[in-house]
């Protein structure tokens, strides 16, 4: 059930060095699920601006998280110009990006900003002890970013990795430096291959602004998945 309700500012945290996440009061009285997104509206000298936004956030956290790319933009300006107890409208929950707990392979092919509703859901498994989970799941992130330095919620990431059985993380970097370890490149059907065994076993949660949707759309289109187990979640005005 959608609401809509005040939230104050509270904080802003950097993330890498071209990523921030703000935090926001949030009432008991809202519930979500982890994954899904909604629509803040914030004031500036123009008028009110709103924009969507995932829940970077979990159910099991007392605030409401978004973490985006600082693009200049009117709306990223106002964002970033906020003073800590500036209210802000919220309206949702939206969005079926939903965790499928029955399923016995889950694949989260993401990049950059993209990772934040997988943050919310990772979060969520973390605080409730993947309570529900099938027994022997696995998950396995893919996350691509453009420099070592641009991945965003690293620790808690590798953290949870340690911690949730059945999650393996997997970092391709575009321009890694050179001790990098991991992949380089770009995220492609090759590395699903070899990471993942059967490809067709999976169902793929595929979440970013659209040319990272784009791209694992051919990616998927290579490895023959069909469009019953992909879940997409495309963040649209993400330049904005």
């Not at 990431?157 to 059985?165: N, T």
């Not at 290579?222 to 979640?233: A, T, W």
Request: with cysteine.
């Amino acid at each position: 059930m959608s609401m809509t309700f005040t939230g104050t500012f509270v904080e802003k945290i950097r993330r890498s060095p071209g990523a921030v996440s703000f935090r926001f009061t949030r009432p008991p009285a809202y519930s979500f699920e982890a994954g899904q997104s909604f629509s803040i509206t914030i004031p500036s000298p123009e008028g009110p601006l709103v924009h969507q936004f995932s829940h970077a956030d979990s159910p099991t956290e007392p605030h409401t998280e978004l973490t985006t790319r600082m693009t200049g933009s009117p709306f990223k300006t106002a964002l970033d110009a906020l003073v800590p107890g500036t209210e802000a409208v919220f309206r949702g929950p939206q969005g079926r990006f939903l965790f499928r707990y029955d399923l016995p392979k889950l694949a989260f092919l993401t990049g950059g900003v993209g990772i934040t509703p997988v943050r919310s859901i990772l979060r969520y498994l973390v605080d409730t002890g993947g309570a529900g989970r099938l027994q022997g799941q696995e998950i396995v992130l893919v996350y691509g970013c453009m420099t070592e330095d641009d991945i965003i919620y690293r620790e808690e990431i590798d953290a949870a990795a340690r911690s949730l059985a059945g999650l393996r993380v997997i970092y391709v970097v575009t321009q890694p430096n050179a001790g990098w370890k991991g992949y380089g490149g770009f995220i492609t059907a090759d590395i699903l291959r070899a990471e993942l065994g059967d490809a067709s076993a999976w169902t793929y949660y595929v979440v970013g602004p659209p040319p990272m949707i784009v791209a694992m759309d051919k990616v998927t289109g290579v490895l023959q998945i069909p469009d019953s187990q992909i879940v997409k979640e495309s963040f649209a005005g993400y330049t904005s």
